[in-house]
C-alpha cells in the first residue's frame, strides 16, 4: 500500500477475490489482534465483492475473511491464509458497507456471504456480522469448510440461513461433525465440491461424500467446481511452491460425471 494511504482510505472492494493483498494488517499490535478475536469487535478481510452469482442464491455481496488453517493444494487465493494480510475493519464499517447493498439484495433475492479463508477463524466477527446483516433483513450465507464448526453456538446458527459446506476430500471428520448438527437443527445446506483431476476426482471418494450428503438429509444443492488456474500467480507472488503447475482444468465429461455420481445418491448437482 502507498506510505500515505491510511487503512481507513484502503477500498474494501478489490477488484475481485483474485486481487493480490498482503500485509495490510501487519503493524495491527498482536494484542489488537487477540482482543479483535475475543469480542469480535473488529475483522481481518481481504476485501468485499458485489454481484456474485456463485456464492448462494441470487446476487450475493461477499466479504472475503483472511486467516486459513488449511493449505489446500489448489487454494486460489493463498493470500487470505494469513490474517493480517487482510485489512483490519470494525464490525460497523463492514456493516456500513452492506447497508448500502441492502435493497438491491432484497430486489435480486441475493444476499450476504461471508467466505474467506475460513470465515470461523473469526468467528466471533462473523456472527456479529451475520446478526447485523439479519437485523437489515439480508439472506446471510456462510462458506466454510466446517472444520471449525463446534465454536458456533446452535444460536450463532440461527443468524446464518445457508451453509455453503465445501468438502475438500473425503476426510471423515473434519468436516462431517458440522454437516450432523445442521442436518439436526434442519439448517439448509449447499455442498462444493472441487473437482481436481488427480487429486479429487476419485469416482469412488466422490461416491463417499455424495453418500453422506445424501445421509444428512437437508443438502439442498451440490456444486461440482471444476478446478482452475486462476490463483496460479498469487502462488508464485508469495513465493509458494505450487504443486498444481501442470493440471488442466476438468473436461465437461470429467464434471458431468461427477454430478452423475451425486444424482445417483439422490441429490441435485450442478
Ligand atoms: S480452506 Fe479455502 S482458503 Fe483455506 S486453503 Fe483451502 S481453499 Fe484456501
Redesign the pocket.
Known sequence: MPEHQTLQEIALQAKSPFELRVDLGKNVPESDVRSALTTGDMGFLHSFTTGSTLDGPGIRVVAWTSG?Q???LY?H?PD??KMTNGLPVRVERAAEELRKYRHGLKTMAGGFTLS???PLLQHRFAVKLFTAAKSMGIHTALDT?GNLGFRLTDEDLQSIDLVLL?IKTWDPERHRRLARRLGALHRPIWLRYVLVPGLTDDCEDIARVAGFAAWIGNVERVDVLPFHQMGRYKWKELGLEYELEGVAPPSNEVVESACAVFRKAGLKAF
Open positions: 486459513c488449511w493449505r489446500c487454494c487465493n487470505t491464509w474467506g479463508g475460513e469448510n465445501d
